[in-house]
């Protein structure tokens, strides 16, 4: 999706409680837009901690990163089927439950849609989402509610796609009727064309700063993440934008918080994902991201309304590890990214 988007983030606090975890520092590697200060500022008050957090705008980047080397990181937050990957490839502990009590408050109904890592054994669930369209409604008036958008000429120069292979791809198989994890090379074929008609009409496929991009105009229509493109906005432009999970073409995803077997701070990892199941800590983050709640108890005490809603969700489809099979749809992103 995005490269060379990382920025640092210390914060350390050292008033609080009197825990025994004075002098330790806990590594968080995120998504951007992803999580609220005031959160991270709790843990490191309470647990009289330092937190260094960095940030991804990708599965693929943070995936480079740790495989290229980088062994400094106790928590990540990668995507369902990138948890598949990471498992496979070794970089995962594997999870004492006994440690986490706060999974009480999981709603079963989501966690049972976990098939990537079954009864949740490297992985814990952190933000169940899917990934929409935001048209700025006083420039663009009469638009369908799916990837047709990105077929329009009077829009050209005006609208982003993710720079997002599975994402884009996806979106394409599945506006023709395919499972975004179709790897068969005549649905392929097809998917590449259709993104070839939406090319033509953007002004660049962005992963990094399509939410900036909207929010000062360079962007009237943006494919992404509602948490990315709203963070940006101020109230006037909030009012004025629409964002929606297009009819055809919407794949939604669990992004989960791991812990890496690299870590040199595994049990303040434990700590970290425990308290953000805390129904207090974990309304807070879902106030801020504005998803809906795999958490039951943290739904009773959420200030906002989610963007949309788990019944919004019923006809998008999860990405899978396609395993070895990703390089035939990486072979056709390629293709597209150097094709006119």
Same mark, same amino acid.
């Given at each position: 999706m995005k490269k060379l988007f990382i920025f640092l983030m210390l914060l350390s606090l050292f008033a609080g409680c009197s825990k025994e975890k004075k002098g330790d520092t806990l590594f968080v590697y995120n998504w951007s837009y992803y999580i609220p200060q005031e959160v991270i500022d709790g843990f490191? /008050? =309470?647990?009289?901690?330092?937190?260094?957090?960095?940030?991804?705008?990708? /599965? =693929?980047?943070?995936?480079?990163?740790?495989?290229?080397?980088?062994?400094?990181?106790d928590i990540t937050f990668p995507t369902n089927d990138y948890v598949s990957v990471m498992k496979k490839a070794g970089l995962l502990e594997k999870l004492d439950k006994s440690k986490l009590s706060n999974l009480k408050y999981l709603d079963k109904s989501l966690t049972d849609l976990i098939t990537y890592d079954p009864g949740m054994e490297y992985s814990i669930p952190y933000v169940l989402g899917a990934t929409g369209i935001a048209v700025n409604k006083k420039k663009v008036k009469n638009y369908s509610k799916d990837f047709s958008l990105f077929e329009r000429s009077d829009l050209k120069g005006k609208m982003a796609l993710l720079d997002d292979m599975r994402e884009v791809l996806g979106s394409a198989l599945m506006t023709l009727g395919y499972s975004p994890n179709s790897v068969k090379a005549e649905e392929l074929k097809q998917a590449k064309a259709l993104v070839m008609k939406w090319k033509k009409n953007i002004l660049k496929f962005d992963a990094e700063s399509f939410g900036k991009g909207y929010a000062n105009g360079e962007y009237w229509v943006v494919h992404g993440y509602a948490e990315n493109v709203f963070e940006e906005l101020d109230d006037e432009m909030k009012n004025n934008t629409d964002f929606f999970l297009p009819e055809k073409g919407c794949q939604m995803y669990i992004d989960s918080m791991v812990i890496l077997k690299s870590s040199q701070n595994k049990e303040l990892a434990y700590d970290f994902i425990n308290y953000i199941h805390r129904p207090e800590v974990y309304a807070k983050v879902m106030d801020f991201v504005k998803s809906p709640s795999i958490n039951e108890e943290a739904r009773k005490i959420l200030k906002f309304q989610p963007r949309y809603k788990t019944e919004d969700l019923k006809r998008c489809i999860f990405k899978d590890d396609l395993g070895n099979d990703i390089e035939l749809q990486n072979k056709v992103w390629q293709e597209i990214m150097v094709e006119n």
């Open positions: 490191v /008050n =309470e647990y009289k901690v330092k937190v260094i957090y960095d940030v991804f705008s990708s /599965n =693929e980047e943070m995936y480079a990163k740790l495989q290229a080397g980088a062994t400094g990181y």
